[in-house]
């Protein structure tokens, strides 16, 4: 989880991952990535579940990764 003051240069792996703060670069779950209302996504994301909440901003491509 990367709070609303959270501010990322770089990218992010994990099992899963929400964000409420400031991303700039890729975020790769092997699960589930959620986009909270306030935050900002500047990079490519890939999991196997997207949520983005309403006022939030994110510029990147969606890879729906369904690999087992």
């Not at 709070?3 to 990218?11: L, T, Y």
């Not at 400031?22 to 699960?31: F, K, M, P, R, Y």
């Not at 589930?32 to 999991?47: L, M, N, P, Y």
């Amino acid at each position: 989880v990367l709070p609303a003051q959270s501010r990322v240069e770089g990218d992010v792996r994990a099992q899963s991952v929400t964000v409420h703060g400031i991303v700039t670069g890729d975020l790769v779950a092997e699960q589930s990535v959620r986009i909270g209302g306030q935050a900002r996504v500047e990079g490519d994301v890939t999991c196997r579940t997207l949520a983005i909440e309403e006022g939030a901003y994110f510029a990147g491509r969606s890879i729906m990764d369904q690999r087992p």
